[in-house]
């Protein structure tokens, strides 16, 4: 199974729910290499900051409604 996290936040644009999803890459040192196939309802979220542990601490993610690209803080 790929691991990924999953939430949800408001678009600043336009106010939207934005439903995100984050596929935790793979290791450079992993001989097997896992694929994620987009989910045409969620937008697929980018870290633009990562923490010590690997865990996302910025994240950006596009809104579907207007096109706007937010940035927002990955909380549990």
């Known amino acids: 199974m790929i691991p990924k996290l999953e939430g949800q936040t408001e678009c600043k644009n336009c106010g939207e729910e934005i439903k995100w999803i984050y ?35 910025v994240l950006i993610a596009r809104c579907m409604q207007c096109d706007y690209t937010n940035t927002f803080d990955y909380t549990k």
Do not use: C, G
Not at 41 to 47: E, I, L, R, S, V
């Open 23 to 57: 596929v935790i890459p793979n290791k450079l040192s992993d001989r097997i290499y896992d694929v994620h196939t987009a989910e045409p309802d969620k937008a697929t979220a980018k870290a633009i900051s990562i923490k010590e542990n690997d865990e996302p601490e």
